[in-house]
């Protein structure tokens, strides 16, 4: 193995906080509507589960477009307006879809020490590139947002559909060598297990709250190419100590 690596870093809750912004919005639309359904003793919990089942879908027929999240919420209100026998109010649905896109709006934050993390990789001389999953002009907007650009140049990879066919179509254009490719990401289902499918390694950073999409079980081979870490700022030091031992 030589001394160089291709890393693939994840962007949203790896190099960005991501769910806690989702997750403020999804309060304020629960509030919302338990307001308008106060006289249907209609409950936050019971709404934002709803929320969840309709998003979770959503992801699996059309991937991570930019639709995808607030119309949740449309199809939510309607839902609980059709079980309740509550009159639709166009103007409330309106209200609902907008505050869903306010998400996209949000003052993306770096998590602690990935800018000191990616220039110590990228002075050591590996080659960085982003993956990501959502919207192409969205997730661009968050990088330029944040100021981590330079790190990628044009190896920044954006899918609708974040899965192993996904990944292993970057890995085929770059000509990445396996061997010394890694992925690092927070989710299990779309950063982890594609990359193990495909040969490649896999460094683990455990997001700092579990979304019900991303909870799968690892049962693909080679194990051995699997590592957690706590906090990007242990991926250089974890890659050493791999390269060493083999």
Known sequence: MTGKWNVLFDLDDTLIHCNKYFDLVIDQFAEL???WFSGHRLK???IKRKQLEIDLAGIEVHGFTA??????????????????????????RRRV??????????????????????TMLHKA?????????????????????????????DR???????NSDALAGIIKKMAFNPSVTWMVGNSLRTDIVPALENGIGA???P????????????????????????????????????????
């Open 203 to 205: 460094v683990y950073i």
């Open 125 to 153: 001389g590996h080659m960085l590139s982003l993956y990501t999953g959502g919207d192409e002009t969205i997730q661009r907007r968050k990088v330029e947002k944040v100021n981590l650009a330079p790190f990628f140049g």
């Open 156 to 162: 920044i990879f954006v899918a609708r559909h974040k």
């Open 207 to 246: 997001p700092l709250s579990n979304w019900a999409f991303d909870l799968v079980q690892i049962d693909v081979q080679p194990a051995d190419r699997l590592i957690r870490v706590d906090s990007i700022r242990k991926v250089p030091e974890a890659l050493n100590k791999y390269r060493l031992q083999t």
């Open 33 to 35: 509507m338990e307001e």
């Open 67 to 92: 639709e995808r999240f607030p119309e949740s919420f449309a199809e939510t209100y309607d839902y609980f307006g059709a079980l309740s026998g509550r009159p639709a109010d166009p103007d409330e």
């Open 97 to 118: 879809l907008e505050l869903g896109y306010t998400v996209y709006d949000s003052e993306f934050e770096l998590y602690p020490d990935v800018v000191e993390t990616l």
């Open 44 to 46: 936050k919990e019971q």
